[in-house]
């Protein structure tokens, strides 16, 4: 993708792995500003994370105190190491003060069943994965991870607002060209895309599954990206995750 045509034909789909990637591995044969155009972030996806419910916490500041009262005993349940999940966990106990460690396993849905039986207490999931075993009772919702409510469940807090002002982590989906794609075709492209984005059927399905439609312009999507890869290092940094 990065040595395509810059022709507006050969474009990528991207989640956050882009800004997460420079600081995982050692030598990638990319540079992830350099070597793109960003074109639009068209969607916000959040996390919610979620406690068993033998968890005295019923919301985001009694999980934090009780994290700060039994430091390094309230057991974080994670996909695996560089995971969205993963680092938005790292993110969450950097922000929090807290010594929260975390449990790795092979994939979310194996994180999801630790969480359920209680092998773990607390865990990040999609909101559309999470959903089922909310309404069952058999796990808590304390908060999401965007900055916005996300609108199938309303009622649960964004931790920005619950604990942790200005607390963000967001599994997005963007669009990029190639680098040196003309400014007229990368425009182009933004609009066909903010077009179809905000058509009615697909908002609609879109927001079903937990996703924000926010078509966020070439500028506003680059400067997301310049921001994060700031923000996923200094988070694997203080993890002590090495470059693989």
Known sequence: MAKAVPDGYTLLIIQPTLTINPSMISKLPYDAVRDFAPVSLVVDAAQIMAVNPSVPAKNMKELIAL????????MFGSPGVGTSPHLAAELFKLTAGVDMPQVLYKGSGMAHISLISGEVAVA?????????????GKIRALGVTTLKRVAVVPEVPTIAEAALPGFESSQWFGILAPARTPRP??????QALLRGSTSPDVKERLLAQGVDVV???????????KRELVQWAKVIKAAGIKPQ
């Open 67 to 74: 994290a700060k009262a039994k430091p390094g005993e309230i």
């Open 124 to 136: 990040l999931s999609t909101v559309l994965s999470a959903i089922p075993h909310i309404k069952s």
């Open 185 to 190: 075709i990368v425009e182009r492209l933004y």
């Open 215 to 225: 078509n966020r312009s070439s500028e506003e999507f680059a400067a997301v990206i």
